[in-house]
């Protein structure tokens, strides 16, 4: 009878332990999403990872066949996330460093030598007055006046190559 309480008292204890299937189907609709390739990115949500899922079909093309996808509509005001260059950040987020990471190359013959993946700040509702420097020789975003073209270290696109103009210093009006 020990022996049957035993084993009863530890099936109980691992089952509270392992996730439902109602949580876990909740976690996967959390914060954090992985789709397939084909599918777009919603609004708000940046683009984290690539790599094969055999929901989305057998992997065998040249291509990582799903996207691991990140909400960031919740990123306090200079907040930063970093995700892969494409596609195009949320609308108020700019790239404010680049940097290669294994993670954002779609294809699974990577170029190591470019850059493809950014680190985004959150410029939504900074305070008039503050300055940043945002990667890419163009124009302010809305709200906000260049101040000057700049030369970044963390904004160079090729891994490896020469600094030149490729950042502008911009400022809250």
Request: with cysteine; aromatic share 8%; hydrophobic share 35%.
């Amino acid at each position: 009878m020990r022996v049957l309480t035993a084993v009863f008292v530890a099936v109980a204890a691992m089952t509270t332990l392992l996730p439902t299937a109602a949580g876990a189907a909740a976690h996967r609709l959390g914060p954090s999403q992985t789709v397939c390739a084909n599918n777009p990115v919603p609004t708000g949500w940046i683009v984290t990872s690539y790599s094969d899922w055999y929901q989305c079909g057998p992997p065998g093309s040249i291509y990582y066949n799903a996207k691991t996808m990140k909400n960031v509509t919740d990123t306090s005001s200079g907040g930063t996330v970093t995700g892969c260059i494409s596609p195009p950040p949320p609308a108020g987020f700019y790239a404010t460093a680049l940097s290669y990471s294994y993670d954002c190359d779609a294809s699974k013959t990577p170029n190591g030598l470019l850059n493809n993946q950014q680190t985004l700040t959150n410029l939504n509702g900074l305070p008039s007055g503050r300055t940043i420097v945002i990667c890419g020789y163009q124009p302010a975003p809305p709200g906000w006046t260049v101040i000057a073209v700049v030369r970044a270290y963390q904004c160079v696109y090729a891994r490896g190559g020469a600094v030149g103009d490729n950042a502008v210093s911009i400022r809250k009006l």
